[in-house]
T-cell receptor, first 112, second 109 residues
Framework: SQTIHQWPATLVQPVGSPLSLECTVE??????LYWYRQAAGRGLQLLFY??????ISSEVPQNLSASRPQDRQFILSSKKLLLSDSGFYLC???????????FGPGTRLTVL | DAKTTQPPSMDCAEGRAANLPCNHS???????VYWYRQIHSQGPQYIIH???NNETNEMASLIITEDRKSSTLILPHATLRDTAVYYC??????????FGTGTSLTVIP
């Protein structure tokens, strides 16, 4: 069966510090991978998606970047965090043309 | 993109049917309607999806109007564990989903 992992579960970082959130998927090959952010009291915003290694599409201009160094690894990064980067970050995967997206447990980021 | 409109919150008595509406008046012919739900501090969970016909699975039923401009998610016998935020989503491409603010459903004992 397929599983998706995210870490860390929670993170508190000062403004201006770097960020690296990792997401890995097990039990499937060539997944489509996604990063979402959910700010407090708001819906999920799609940040990035990837259909293959090294292929990243950005949905909104922002202070973040994403990379996919391996088939089942998706990384969300920032060089300098802003207060507005606080939120709940979710990684998701889907298989090919599948209709379902499967979400990870999420990382709650607080920037102080 | 076809955008969706949902009421921000709803209450439902335990054991009764919960009917969650969604408007998607600008939906195009090849766009599917999906429903997900998110229990507090967890990742969203897939519920059901459809294109034109009504759909039913073990979790819920999806009723799509003939003109496809709106749909209703029905939880036939709501339980306390169904308390969550429910998202109605219209898919633009197979790899893109756009989530709005959803409907916060509270099931009342």
């Amino acid at each position: 069966s397929q599983t998706i992992h995210q870490w860390p579960a929670t993170l508190v970082q000062p403004v201006g510090s770097p960020l690296s959130l990792e997401c890995t998927v097990e039990g499937t090959s060539n997944p489509n991978l996604y990063w979402y952010r959910q700010a407090a009291g708001r819906g999920l915003q799609l940040l990035f998606y990837s259909v293959g290694i090294g292929q990243i599409s950005s949905e909104v201009p922002q202070n973040l970047s994403a990379s996919r160094p391996q088939d089942r690894q998706f990384i969300l990064s920032s060089k300098k965090l802003l207060l507005s980067d606080s939120g709940f970050y979710l990684c998701a995967w889907s298989a090919g043309q599948s209709n379902e997206q499967f979400f990870g447990p999420g990382t709650r980021l607080t920037v102080l | 993109d076809a955008k969706t409109t949902q009421p921000p919150s709803m209450d439902c008595a335990e054991g009764r049917a919960a009917n969650l509406p969604c408007n998607h008046s600008t939906i195009s012919g090849n766009e599917y309607v999906y429903w997900y739900r998110q229990i507090h501090s967890q990742g969203p969970q897939y519920i059901i999806h459809g294109l034109k016909n009504n759909e039913t699975n073990e979790m819920a039923s999806l009723i799509i109007t003939e003109d496809r401009k709106s749909s209703t998610l029905i939880l036939p016998h709501a339980t306390l564990r169904d308390t969550a935020v429910y998202y109605c989503i219209v898919r633009r491409y197979f790899n893109q989903f756009y989530f709005g603010t959803g409907t916060s459903l509270t099931v009342i004992p």
